[in-house]
């Protein structure tokens, strides 16, 4: 028995489509379906409903699918104590918050072809929003994104924390000193939207009777705020870390004012599935290059 035929089949199943675990297996969908009708036949069994448009067991493909998962299970096992892990291999769909992509993703994809060359990476930029349920349905096998999300029913673990800032253009001439709060919201606000960190906190501690609440400009594209802060549309809230260059050729500062912010914290995420190990090696690198970049860039002003 063809045992790449069984982790095929258990990945059809587990994705619910054919094409899904086509490029799961790095593999083309016509290739899979044959894999799958070459199981069948050897077995003399029907393991799937044909019938139907959505993946569905028959009882002796419920039956075949516990072993499949079985066999997953202690491959994931066996690559995890004993093999060597730069033996790793595979595909993995890789997805990234941008202001990920604007820091240490080109070091962790350096680090991650020198530490396992047979693993390809395909990355995915995207939202948060987006990511999560891309990865509970398959489409992605693990994500940088901000979390974590205690809620999830996926793994999320904390990877890295950025110091997050109040950003503005030199062309706004703000003074030195930090700005009063009232100083603050005389300009726009322009940050993630409603549903992360900062946008709740600044819009309470803003909002006051005579004013009302602030001005916010929302967008989820990190280079989009980066550019309407540089232009003066308003105040950027950033961390530092994703606009050195910015700061280091004078067309952003770093803003004082009285409000402290906390942290903005990205977490490493993935379905947990039989074949965690190689999500586990790309996480802790992740980690490890998160760690470095961080600590490399403390003097970034």
Not at 143 to 161: D, H, I, Y
């Amino acid at each position: 028995m063809n045992l790449k035929s069984l982790e095929v089949f258990y990945w059809v199943v587990k994705l619910g489509s054919f094409n899904k675990a086509a490029a799961k297996q790095n593999t083309t969908q016509p290739a899979v379906s044959q894999r799958i009708s070459a199981l069948e036949t050897e077995l003399g069994i029907k393991a799937l409903h044909r019938s139907t448009r959505a993946i569905a067991l028959t009882a002796k493909g419920r039956a075949l699918f516990d072993y499949a998962e079985r066999l997953v299970t202690l491959k994931s096992e066996i690559l995890m104590n004993v093999a060597d892990k730069s033996a790793l291999s595979g595909t993995i769909r890789l997805g990234v918050a941008e202001t990920i992509v604007h820091t240490w993703l080109v070091d962790f994809l350096e680090e991650a072809q020198r530490n396992y060359p047979d693993i390809t990476i395909d990355v995915v930029v995207d939202i948060t929003p987006s990511l999560r349920p891309a990865l509970a349905s398959g489409e992605l096998d693990i994500a940088f994104l901000l979390g974590p999300n205690t809620n999830s029913e996926l793994v999320e673990e904390k990877l890295c924390s950025y110091e997050l800032n109040f950003i503005a253009s030199p062309a706004l001439k703000l003074p030195a000193r930090p700005l009063s709060n009232s100083e603050l919201t005389a300009h726009p606000l322009i940050m993630l939207p409603k549903l992360t960190y900062p946008y709740t906190y600044l819009r309470k501690a803003l909002t006051t009777i005579e004013r009302g609440p602030p001005r916010i400009l929302t967008h989820w594209s990190l280079s989009t705020i980066v550019r309407m802060t540089e232009d003066g549309f308003g105040i950027g809230v950033l961390p530092k870390l994703a606009i050195a260059k910015e700061l280091k050729q004078k067309r952003l500062r770093i803003q004082k004012t009285n409000l402290h912010l906390q942290n903005l914290t990205f977490a490493v995420a993935y379905a947990r599935e039989s074949d965690e190990v190689t999500k586990l090696a790309l996480a802790d690198l992740a980690r490890s290059v998160a760690k470095n970049f961080v600590a490399g860039a403390r003097n970034i002003d």
